[in-house]
């Protein structure tokens, strides 16, 4: 039914979403998630090479994943109809709870609905009006939303920036608990914070240190333990935030892992995970099977970093800007390109001819990114064939070509 005061501001808000040019079309896929999927255009079904998937191992169809996803479902059920305080909890849950604790060596984890919720429940769990929490300016919004429902003082740093950040630490010098929070893995940028220099400057003014790494789960470090295994400081972070959506598996459903006590203090106080339903076995027993692929994933990381390493190559050598890799020493290059092209308009049209082409892109601009620097994000899987990458190479070269991109 209408609403004489709702609607009108809902048509309001879609029409400007229309005008500033960043209505979101949902495109569908025909079949799984895959390096290359079938689309539906107006022209028709086409397949396309999937370059925008979080897929960065390729096991989101995996016969095992798939297999163990049946295997949970057959045995334990399809839904637990309640939260896990209540009757939520199955020896699964707390398999996978342990298997995660163990993989990060850790004290204990905590599953949510998703890492939205696990950044969502963490910081009004943790901090009171006494603390500070100190955040990268370029981290996802989830931690952005779960940072604002806490009562601490909110300190932001430039993304990246070591001098803002101990400038923020100084600044918070009389707060009770300094909480540095990052990305692992900017989503956007593709780069990976530098969790060495965050770890020294931590040390120094007594802060905690919280890593979302949702993007670098299964894809970088030793075993897939993520950025903080890159740099060596996994016994220097205080908790990790992560994902089940992306490497390891793709479905859904998050995690956040650290010391026992404090998973013991989420696990009484924590909303999404107190309010909220637990995780349904297929996808724990899912996770499980995809935790133990991780794990065992060394070629898949070095395909993965293989495939970046040749397309950021191929790509600057025709000419395209492309986000900054972080250069530091054992440091792989990141599965995710940006393809840099400033105005929105030109990334939204390449997008389209790249599509055209056979490769499925998306174009991000404004409010996504910051104004003037849109973008077309790429994402690299193991599951990608070299040939693949050489015809994303060609499709670049051709469409670039064409809107004056590239000479
Ligand atoms: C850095 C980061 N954190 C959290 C999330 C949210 O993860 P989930 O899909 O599990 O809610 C994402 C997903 O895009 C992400 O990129």
Known sequence: MACRSLQPAVEAQLAEIRASGLYKVERQLLGPQGSTIRVAQPSGVHEVINLCAN??????????????????????GYGMASVRFICGTQDLHRRL???LSEFFGTGDAILYSSCFDANGGLFETL?????????????????????????????????????????????????????????????????????????????????????????????FGQGGRGTPDV??????????????????????????????????????RSRPYLFSNALPPPIVSAALQGLTLVAAGEDLRATLHGHATHLRTQLTALGFTLGPAVKAEGVPLSPIIPVMLG???????????????????????????????AR????????????????AVAAFATVGRELGVIR
């Open 55 to 76: 897929n960065y191992l390729g096991l989101a169809a995996h016969p095992a994943i798939v297999q163990a996803a049946r295997e949970g479902l057959d045995r334990y």
């Open 376 to 391: 077309i994000r790429l994402q690299l899987s193991a599951a990608h064939t070299h040939a693949q990458i050489d015809q």
């Open 231 to 268: 740099f060596g400081v996994a016994d220097k972070i205080n908790l990790i935030t992560s994902t089940l959506g992306k490497a390891l598996g793709g479905a859904s459903g998050g995690f956040t892992t650290g010391r026992a006590d404090v998973i013991e203090l989420l696990r009484q």
């Open 127 to 219: 901090l009171d009006e006494r603390d500070a929490v100190i955040s990268d300016a370029l981290n996802h919004a989830s931690l952005i939303d779960g940072i604002r429902l806490c009562k601490a003082t909110r300190f932001r740093y430039a993304h990246s920036d070591m001098s803002e950040l101990e400038t923020a630490l100084k600044d918070a010098a009389s707060a009770r608990v300094r909480l540095i929070v990052t990305d692992g893995v900017f989503s956007m940028d593709g780069d990976l914070a530098r969790l060495d220099l965050i770890t020294r400057l931590a040390d120094r003014h007594d802060a905690a240190v919280v890593v979302d790494d949702s993007h670098a789960t299964g894809v």
């Open 97 to 99: 709870e342990r298997a």
């Open 343 to 373: 105005d929105a308009v030109l990334a939204t049209r390449m997008a389209d001819r790249l599509l055209q082409e056979g490769l499925y892109v998306i174009a991000f601009s404004y409010p996504v990114v910051p104004k003037g620097l």
